[in-house]
């Protein structure tokens, strides 16, 4: 079995000072954000639509520079394809002319590991997730759930010690996405990964973390952050019922109501609509470009 994560990290936080950011110097996102994530912690993130919360994670994997302050990982910058960092998107996003296995030991491949081992090493993460006996479905074959898991097994199987997952249950139904809750709370107990975990859903936010950040419309940043204190390990008939439960998730209801029915002030709307025009400016000439060619 892998090393845990948690232990391969040793005692370094990952750091996020005075973060500033902004598309096209206009749109302002950020503005001196501050985070520290301990290792191991199971951290959530919740906010409405189109607060920053995509943009962070993409600041946090390097895919995006700051403008100014930092993020770093074991005092460290990360860049996107530091071997120490997993992202998962919304969407699974798999290719479709390989089998599920083959899809999970794709990074290992391109990292150059021999065949033998990678297969070993993809075998056991695709067995991990609940997938054994799916190895050569070609991905387009297997339920939105189960394309999630392989999309899941194959960041774990690169053994990220920093999880970033953007919605990734977002598109399941409600009781696959409850199980798959729990299939990462499994996962996460054994290998001890750093996650920073991001769901418009206040229940899974309760139910998987041991912090939840709620963040404010832009450039507010963080509205407040709630130390979660439900006992470990969770389970469903139990932790969903437990008035703490039900206390977290009034809170956080009242609080997204709160920071949804913020207005956005007029500069961050006139910046928004600057930007857009501009885009859609761009766009244009490029049509227009594509067509003379
Ligand atoms: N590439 C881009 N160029 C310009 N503006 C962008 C870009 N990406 C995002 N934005 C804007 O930045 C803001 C934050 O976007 P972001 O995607 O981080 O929000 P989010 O919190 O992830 O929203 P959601 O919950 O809908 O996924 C939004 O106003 C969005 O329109
Ligand atoms: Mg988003």
Redesign the pocket.
Known sequence: MAERAVERIGGDNLIIENLHYS??GK?S?FEGLNLDVRPGEFLAVI??????????LNLLSGFYSPERGSVRLRGKPIAPEDPNLGYVFQAATLFPWLSAIENVEFGLRMSGMPPKERRERAQRYFDLVGLSGFENYLVLRLSGGMQQRVSLARCLAMEPTLLLMD?PFGALDAITRESMNDELLRIWDELGQTVLF?T?DIDEAVYLSDRIVV?SR?PGGIYKVVKNELPRPRSGPTTRTADLFWKYKKELIADIAMVTAQRPTDEAELA?LK?STE?ERKAEKQASRDTEN
């Open positions: 598309y096209g749109l996102i906010g409405p639509s189109g607060c920053g919360k995509t943009t962070l919605e991001i418009h963040f832009p928004e930007l885009i």
